[in-house]
């Protein structure tokens, strides 16, 4: 599979949203990945529902939602029927994320667990095969613009060689401070869902960027 492009819409023009949702339509990205915080698991609050609305009435792609928040049992459906196609919770807002991942899935979206910087990759091992997704944190989640946390690369390796065998079509995304000279390596290393926020939304020319992005092609290094 190659690799998917996530512009994150934390990033985003939010008093012309629309603008910025019709560029990431006309791209080549495919998902919009979408940043929910809730002040208590994250020190920021980004935004909720009504956002959410307007964002997929003009987004033409999946929705990648993220959620940053504590006990995202009680907000699960509702975000499924906000249409989500992809929710992910993470590990340490969790107490039963077996049933958790069970809930996502049984609503028909994908179901993807973050880590954060700190959380080892093999605290997934007993749910793999349960998951459609990974999102390894490459900052601590709370802010766009963040510097990328080298730690990451082996994160990735490590999370390939487990899903190995067992889950080959998982898949890895990464997210947090993701640009055009580190994309080539973090795809090498097994990441095959770029997010990136601010590298896109402050290029001058966004929908280039995220070409670029798209059309790194494995084993080769732009940097
Ligand atoms: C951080 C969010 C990221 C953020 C990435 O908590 O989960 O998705 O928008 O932004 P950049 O690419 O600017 O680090
Ligand atoms: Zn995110």
Excluded at 72 to 92: K, L, M, N, S, W
Excluded at 164 to 183: M, P
């Amino acid at each position: 599979m190659s690799h998917l492009i996530a512009p994150s819409v934390l990033a985003a023009n939010f008093a012309d949203l629309r603008s910025d949702i019709e560029m990431v339509n006309e791209s080549a990205a495919d998902w919009f990945h979408v940043d929910i915080m809730d002040g208590v698991f994250v020190p920021n609050i980004s935004f909720g529902f009504p956002v959410l609305d307007a964002i997929r009435r003009y987004a033409k792609k999946p929705l990648d939602v993220h959620l940053m928040i504590v006990d995202p049992d009680r907000y699960i459906e509702q975000f499924a029927a906000a249409g989500a196609a992809v929710i992910t919770v993470h590990y340490e807002a969790c107490r039963h994320l077996h049933r958790t991942i069970g809930a996502i899935r049984s609503l028909g979206c994908r179901a993807g667990v973050a880590l954060n910087p700190h959380t080892p990759v093999s605290l997934l091992d007993d749910v793999l095969e349960d998951l459609d997704m990974v999102l390894v944190m490459s900052v601590n989640p709370g802010f766009g613009g963040q510097k990328f946390i080298s730690r990451t690369y082996e994160k990735l390796r490590a999370l390939k060689a487990l899903a190995a065998g067992r889950k080959d079509d998982l898949l890895i995304e990464v997210d947090g401070g993701v640009n055009l000279s580190n994309a080539p390596d973090l795809i090498n290393a097994g990441a095959n869902v770029l997010v990136a926020g601010n590298f896109v939304f402050s290029a001058e020319n966004p929908g280039e960027v995220i070409g670029s992005m798209k059309g790194i092609t494995p084993g080769t290094r732009l940097a």
